[in-house]
């Protein structure tokens, strides 16, 4: 699976759009994008994934740049609830029940 | 409701002692996984399964053990030989189908060293 980098913290004013970058330059072609997130002192959650197109469900939207080298994980109106820690991670389409790699992740701090 | 249940939430362990962490699912998942985190860090794999019966080790499996008797239960025991036990222990398990890499998880059991 690619490796993926993240900023280590990010902050953002609650009401505005929060916008975490992470960037997986040795993607292959059949490799997913994976977003979770973690609130403190509890497991992580799956938000959304994506392989060439941009994605959106009722909790974030995710683009992926065209040469699929990067992706941003979109919150549109952050707020102190979304303060978490959160994870990108690149996947094989069909890896079976193999497991996912998480990261150190980027903690996002909520600001009132 | 379907989930994933842990107990205990929290658990001290004494010197030598063996401990048993729990981890059951109703969400009728074939795969299972065992994570263990420390303050500030990510997740590290210490053992999986992926059908009854079956699993591997996972990063760190040394000083821990794990069965998989039953498709709901994946029960992990921090054994005396883990010499740095205390962190914060998750359990996911696995939705079935191909692309679809949708961990769910436990609540998590932070263990402590008396």
């Known amino acids: 699976d690619a490796k993926t980098t993240q900023p280590p913290s990010m902050d953002c004013a609650e009401g505005r759009a929060a916008n975490l970058p992470c960037n997986h330059s040795?993607?292959?072609?059949?490799?997913?994008v994976y977003w979770y997130r973690q609130i403190h002192s509890q497991g992580p959650q799956y938000i959304i994934h994506?392989?060439?197109n941009n994605e959106t469900n009722e909790m974030a939207s995710l683009i992926i740049t065209e040469d699929r080298k990067s992706s941003t994980l979109i919150l549109p109106h952050a707020t102190l609830r979304d303060t978490a820690v959160y994870y990108c991670i690149v996947r094989v389409a069909v890896s079976g029940n193999t497991p996912l790699v998480f990261g150190k992740g980027t903690r996002l701090s909520v600001i009132a | 409701d379907g989930g994933i249940t842990q107990s205990p939430k929290y658990l001290f362990r004494k010197e030598g002692q063996n401990v048993t962490l729990s981890c059951e699912q109703n969400?009728?998942?074939?795969?299972m996984y065992w994570y263990r985190q420390d303050p500030g860090q990510g997740l590290r794999l210490i053992y999986y399964?992926?059908?009854?019966?079956?699993?591997q080790k996972g990063d760190i499996a040394e000083g821990y053990s794990v069965s998989r008797e039953k498709k709901e239960s994946f029960p992990l025991t921090v054994t005396s030989a883990q010499k740095n036990p205390t962190a914060f222990y998750l359990c996911?398990?696995?939705?079935?189908?191909?692309?679809?890499?949708?961990?769910?998880f436990g609540s998590g059991t932070q263990l402590s060293v008396l």
């Open positions: 040795t993607i292959s072609g059949n490799e997913y």
């Open positions: 969400l009728n998942h074939d795969a």
């Open positions: 399964s992926q059908i009854v019966n079956d699993f």
């Open positions: 994506g392989l060439k």
């Open positions: 996911a398990s696995r939705k079935p189908g191909q692309g679809n890499e949708k961990l769910f």
